[in-house]
């Protein structure tokens, strides 16, 4: 594993700000942050604004920002970003939808700003849940879809893992024995664990042998 690799990506940024790490940092979190915001209930087009300003807000306050993965931080501060931009974009879109019907003036803007608010709870159990599901929706898609992976790991993975199926059958199916399909298992869900962890800390994603 060489250096780059090891280091967190977010050393790499708060260092260097290379054009290439923005790239790899984009093409790391773009889908989760989408992901996310939509199970927030923004639609796409306000999903993908909140992608762009979170990107913003990133490339803006990186430099300052104090980076310890032991504690979790970076997982933390990456959610309150999203979280406040869902917010803000859901805000905005209902202060449109009033504006429009000329609704909006005088002792209505508090009493809609008070509706707002009591819709649109932090409720933090239920918000740490779906950047968790986003997480591991990402997480699956990069196992699913590696290359170094063999098209029959990841079908004996699908069919144990995915769809429940016992595993008699899958070993069965695939003229394997049962302990050689749970290996298998157990291999990619480790997989899949680490590159979850390495995404809430801002971490490359750990190297992964051939399947």
Request: charged fraction near 30%; aromatic fraction near 8%; glycine fraction near 4%.
């Amino acid at each position: 594993m060489d250096l780059a690799t090891r280091l967190s990506l977010l050393q790499r940024l708060k260092q260097t700000s290379a054009d290439s790490d923005w790239r790899d940092f984009y093409a790391k979190y773009h889908a989760v942050i989408l992901s996310f915001a939509r199970k927030q209930g923004a639609d796409d087009h306000t999903a993908e604004d909140v992608l762009q300003e979170t990107m913003m807000v990133m490339m803006r306050k990186l430099p300052a920002f104090d980076y310890d993965a032991q504690r979790g931080r970076f997982r933390n501060w990456l959610l309150t970003i999203v979280t406040n931009k869902v917010r803000e974009a859901k805000r905005r879109s209902h202060v449109d939808r009033m504006l429009s019907m000329d609704a909006l003036s005088g002792d209505e803007g508090d009493a809609w700003e008070k509706k707002f608010a009591a819709e649109n709870p932090d409720a933090g159990a239920n918000v740490e849940d779906a950047w968790r599901q986003s997480l591991i929706e990402e997480a699956l898609q990069r196992v699913l879809n590696d290359p170094r992976t063999r098209p029959e790991t990841v079908a004996i993975f699908r069919a144990c893992a995915l769809e429940n199926r016992p595993v008699a059958e899958v070993a069965a199916q695939f003229g394997l024995k049962e302990n050689a399909v749970y290996q298998i298992k157990n291999r990619m869900m480790t997989r899949l664990t680490e590159i979850v962890t390495a995404m809430e800390n801002g971490q490359a994603d750990p190297p992964s042998a051939e399947e």
